[in-house]
């Protein structure tokens, strides 16, 4: 599918192109910072055996996309 996105891409103004590439890439960039930070908070649940918090925690992650 991403494939298909890119080859559409080639019919986009390449200023409007660029932009939506950064854009995409800055939208991973935020997701990845996210799952690294909540992966650490439940590292961090499992070490101290809080089950509340990790069970909050997943569900957390299961939200980001």
Known sequence: MENNTLNGMDRVDPNLRDEMLAELFLDQMVSDFK???????????????NKEAFL???EELKSVS
């Open 35 to 49: 799952r690294s930070k909540i992966l650490e908070r439940i590292d961090h649940s499992l070490m101290s055996k």
């Open 56 to 58: 909050r925690l997943t």
